[in-house]
T-cell receptor, first 115, second 112 residues
Framework: NAGVMQNPRHLVRRRGQEARLRCSPM?????VYWYRQLPEEGLKFMVY????????ESGMPKERFSAEFPKEGPSILRIQQVVRGDSAAYFC?????????????FGPGTRLTVL | GENVEQHPSTLSVQEGDSAVIKCTYS??????FPWYKQELGKGPQLIID?????GEKKDQRIAVTLNKTAKHFSLHITETQPEDSAVYFC???????????FGGGTRLMVKP
């Protein structure tokens, strides 16, 4: 059973470009979470999605950031018009169900560098 | 919202010694407290967790304690080995919640 898959592992963008980060949850998992990790800091929650629905986006910036988890295919975190402050590691996690009785399994992350 | 503080930020121990990492949380509604180990270039991996209905949990060389009254929980690693070197994160989650609130991390270095 493959774990959470993320691609690309490394992404370099120039200021103003778009970044698309992909996450395929573990088999059988329908709950996906995105977290951002700035250098030397802990992970910060961004958004929680369940198939085709955004459940909680309280941690996501209001502008330039969007997320989706379509019926078919991976979850996508999209950052438009990237700025240098977007440089970070973005981690996706998945769980079988929601709530504290269900472990969140993390992917290897996508390291975004904005030049 | 929830706020999780973690100390120390760096910890260096000799192989074979014990290591203790402490976290405090602010929201009394939190009732799930996992600990993650993150190695360089990888995602966090769950190593142990504890729920608010227990005060202590142990798994081989790793143990976690929870004091609900004081709102703090700790990770204890005994007989440390060089492969324990990594960044460790504590986290908290509310009962009806879905997001984890992470501490700032502790970089543990085990010297052979």
């Amino acid at each position: 059973n493959a774990g959470v898959m993320q691609n690309p592992r490394h992404l370099v963008r120039r200021r103003g470009q778009e970044a698309r980060l992909r996450c395929s949850p573990m088999k059988g998992h329908s709950h996906v979470y995105w977290y951002r990790q700035l250098p030397e800091e802990g992970l910060k929650f961004m958004v929680y999605l369940q198939k085709e629905n955004i459940i909680d986006e309280s941690g996501m910036p209001k502008e330039r950031f969007s997320a989706e988890f379509p019926k078919e295919g991976p979850s996508i975190l999209r950052i438009q018009q990237v700025v240098r402050g977007d440089s970070a590691a973005y981690f996706c996690a998945s769980s079988q169900e929601r709530g504290p009785n269900n472990e969140q399994f993390f992917g290897p992350g996508t390291r975004l560098t904005v030049l | 919202g929830e706020n999780v503080e973690q100390h120390p930020s760096t910890l260096s121990v000799q192989e074979g010694d014990s290591a203790v990492i402490k976290c405090t949380y602010s929201d009394s509604a939190s009732n799930y407290f996992p600990w993650y180990k993150q190695e360089l270039g990888k995602g966090p991996q769950l190593i142990i967790d504890i729920r608010s209905n227990v005060g202590e949990k142990k798994d081989q060389r790793i143990a976690v304690t929870l004091n609900k009254t004081a709102k703090h929980f700790s990770l204890h690693i005994t007989e440390t080995q060089p492969e324990d070197s990594a960044v460790y994160f504590c986290a908290a989650m509310k009962n009806a919640g879905n997001m984890l609130t992470f501490g700032g991390g502790t970089r543990l270095m085990v010297k052979p």
